[in-house]
């Protein structure tokens, strides 16, 4: 008699890019994170939610208790996911303007961020975007969103061999196998948090 394999619940991973820039290498992480989770990772599925059309947060645009239309659909996303992947490149030290104006407009009541699993990639100079997690992770504790501890996965592109091709896609094998580790710890820790494993 065949053992019975029961198939995994499918999460549903709203990813967010910290940078505005195409040719973001943060948004190539992004690209490779839906690549792996559709063609080696069994139950997740991964959206990218553009945050460019939010205006900058200002609470005059809150009329009647509504949002404007492109903050309403951003928070609809969230809401509907089960957990959230960041692309979070590091400026000054922190993160980007556009990313924080992101999460400020999702935790306006009633905050759509809550209890949500989280995970962090970056890329970048230095210490690869190191730094912007750590004010990330923070920012969580305030809008209960909850993040993987590790793996943790941020590169440094310009450390040689070459991690991006010309037009900003991840090519690094080893660097796209921390990814896939990312992903596989974040299903976990999300079905983890609904009870479902």
């Known amino acids: 008699m065949e053992a019975v394999v029961a198939a995994k619940p499918v999460i549903n991973v709203a990813a967010l890019c910290g ?23 069994n139950g997740i ?15 005059d645009l809150e009329v009647d208790g509504k949002y404007p239309p492109a903050v309403e659909a951003f928070r609809q996303k969230i809401l509907e996911s ?3 992947l960041f692309a979070s490149p590091e400026y000054n030290y922190s993160v980007t303007a556009p990313l924080k104006n992101a999460i ?15 995970a962090i990639i970056s890329a970048g100079g230095g210490f690869g975007g190191a730094r912007s997690h750590y004010h990330l ?3 969580g504790i305030y809008i209960d969103l909850h993040f993987i501890n590790k793996p943790e996965f941020h590169l440094n592109v310009f450390q040689p061999p070459a991690k991006f091709d ?20 974040l299903q976990a820790f999300t079905l983890r948090l609904q009870g479902k494993n």
């Open 82 to 84: 089960d957990s959230i």
């Open 137 to 139: 992770r923070q920012i």
């Open 19 to 41: 940078s505005l820039r195409k040719g973001s290498y943060n948004r190539g992480l992004i690209r490779t994170a839906t690549e792996i989770s559709k063609e080696s990772i």
């Open 166 to 185: 010309s037009d900003g896609n991840l090519v690094d094998p080893t660097s796209k196998e921390r990814i896939k580790e990312v992903l596989v710890a």
């Open 45 to 59: 599925q991964m959206e990218y939610i553009d945050i460019s059309p939010l205006p900058m947060l200002d609470t």
């Open 104 to 118: 400020d407009w999702g935790s306006r009541s009633p905050n759509v961020w809550g209890d949500k699993a989280a």
